[in-house]
């Protein structure tokens, strides 16, 4: 007999950052929820991916106390910010009207670090904590800076570090100051440096899978230039078990100018070590338009 199950997936918290997904990019206009100023957006100081339209609105909270936190000290201010990021000139969102955009560069020396807490609507109503022994599935286009040219291939730009509701950490993976994608388990110093360079004039997608029931982890690039797939890594161990996926830290070093990110997608399928059939009709993701 054929059990068939379909996927939870959603586009929402995370999403493509725009209005509907619970992100505001009004800060060019004086008559925008929190006036102007890029500073009065900032992620980690309104309601950001916790509201939806119609009927929500974007609305001031103590700072860090939403899904967005600021940790390890971080203080955003100036050019040190992550916010939704309006479309200007030559920066455009993959798709949509916005993006997120990560910046540090100013006067603090140190990496920006802000936690994203997930939530059961970027899991399509299942709770983060309720994810153990499921294969989770993560895709998300990014954009980075611009490269160093000559730079140390183990000098880290951007990462993500994957953790469960105890922050017990499985993964960290990001690119470094030359764009190459890399990763690290959490307990080693040493990246491992891939084939695949970022492109910074285009959105390539990142797709990643976490089997939390064999606690292995593989990474697939869709390379938006050539318009192919490649596969990076496969059915690799995590440094640590994670009873779930429940948190992902960002970081992005010091003076770094602007990354960005759009169009996250999140699917989760229960119980991949059980050999239950998943139909491709069942795995449903939403795609947005392409720019």
């Known amino acids: 007999m054929l059990i068939m199950v379909a996927a939870n997936t959603a586009q929402a918290y995370l999403g493509g950052f725009e209005d509907a997904d619970g992100y505001t990019n009004d800060y060019f206009s004086t008559t925008g929820p929190f006036g102007a100023g890029a500073n009065n957006y900032l992620v980690n100081t309104y309601n950001a991916g916790a509201y939806t339209l119609p009927g929500g ?5 103590t700072a860090n106390s939403g899904l ?16 939704a990021h309006s479309q200007i000139g030559d920066e455009s969102a993959y798709a949509g009207d916005a993006m997120l955009g990560i910046r540090n560069q100013g006067t603090s020396v140190s990496p920006l670090e802000i936690r994203y807490w997930l939530d059961s609507r970027d899991f399509g109503g299942l709770e983060p904590a309720s994810t153990a022994d499921t294969l989770i599935q993560w895709s998300l286009r990014v954009c980075p800076d611009a490269s160093t040219a000559g730079g140390n291939s183990q000098s880290n730009s951007f990462y993500w570090t994957f953790r469960d509701t105890n922050l017990n950490a499985g993964l960290e993976l990001g690119w470094n100051d030359q764009n190459q994608i890399i990763y690290r388990l959490p307990s080693h110093s040493l990246w491992q440096v891939t084939s695949f360079t970022l492109d910074q004039f285009n959105y390539d997608q990142m797709n990643m899978s976490f089997n939390l029931a064999s606690d ?12 192919s797939t490649i596969s990076l890594v496969t059915d690799a161990a995590l440094g640590a078990s994670m009873s779930n ?20 997608s999140f699917q989760v399928i229960p119980e991949p070590g059980t050999g239950i059939l998943l139909m491709a009709a069942g795995i449903i993701a939403v795609r947005r338009r392409q720019r």
């Open 216 to 227: 292995t982890w593989s990474l697939s690039i869709f390379d938006q230039s050539a318009q």
């Open 57 to 61: 609105s974007p609305q001031r909270i």
């Open 68 to 83: 967005w936190q600021a940790i390890n000290g971080t203080t955003l201010i100036g050019n040190r910010y992550v916010i």
């Open 245 to 264: 996926l429940s948190a992902i830290d960002w970081r992005l070093e010091y003076n770094q100018s602007k990354s960005y990110f759009d169009n996250s």
